[in-house]
């Protein structure tokens, strides 16, 4: 995959100034060869997620565009936190994700190998059980309620100021209409759910060609 602007070794540099600025504790070098340890991995889960994503150039990562700076940020993360029990790296990057991008992901929260953020600014993401080729929306939250952990399944779309919450199972190929909020509920497979006025969601079937836009299936 070709990086933009970057070579390996720069963009080692270029995440660890980052780090330097946002979590000033001195701990760079430590953090360097964390990254540096595992960035090939984090990159590959990256080039993966590129391929798959339709609006993006395949075999090309560009640090600049803020969508995927974001979604490897936690790759980066998570991968570190997976092969060496790092905790320390993995939560500068947390950090680091939040100040940049405005999103709340740490780095235990297993996600989908493919996922697409339109605008991360405000997307807050729990524990919980995320299916493949999820898309994610500005100020669109997945929260746990005490041990009720909502369930997403594929191919799922979470627009702008959506919120799934505690036990909710969200149906493969199914979409949250902007606004709408799913707590304790369930949205059945191939639907768009919107309020309908009262407690209860309504639901309409969902457009056939609708994932053509975020995703080469």
Not at 27 to 56: Q, Y
Not at 57 to 68: A, E, G, W, Y
Request: net charge neutral; glycine share 8%; with cysteine.
């Amino acid at each position: 995959m070709k990086l933009v602007d970057h070579t390996r070794e720069s963009l080692i540099g270029y995440i660890t100034a980052q780090c330097a600025a946002i979590v000033p504790d001195g701990r760079e070098s430590e953090f360097r060869k964390a990254v540096d340890a595992h960035i090939d991995e984090a990159l590959e889960r990256m080039h993966v997620c590129i391929n798959a994503c339709a609006p993006w150039r395949p075999d090309q990562f560009n640090v600049l565009q803020s969508s995927q700076h974001c979604i490897f940020l936690y790759y980066l993360s998570n991968t570190i936190y997976r092969r060496s029990g790092d905790t320390a790296a993995g939560t500068r990057l947390f950090l680091m994700n939040k100040a940049l991008n405005g999103i709340d992901l740490f780095y235990e929260i297993q996600m989908p190998e493919v996922f697409y953020i339109g605008h991360s600014v405000g997307i807050v993401l729990a524990k919980a059980t995320y299916g493949n080729y999820l898309v994610l929306y500005q100020n669109s939250t997945v929260g746990r309620h005490k041990t009720d952990i909502p369930v997403i399944g594929d191919r799922v779309v979470l627009y702008p100021n959506t919120a799934v919450i505690g036990r909710s199972v969200i149906g493969s190929d199914s979409v949250l209409s902007q606004g709408t909020s799913a707590v304790n509920k369930t949205v059945p497979e191939g639907v768009i759910a919107f309020r309908s006025g009262g407690a209860d969601l309504a639901f309409a079937p969902r457009p056939n060609d609708l994932l053509q836009e975020y995703f080469r299936l």
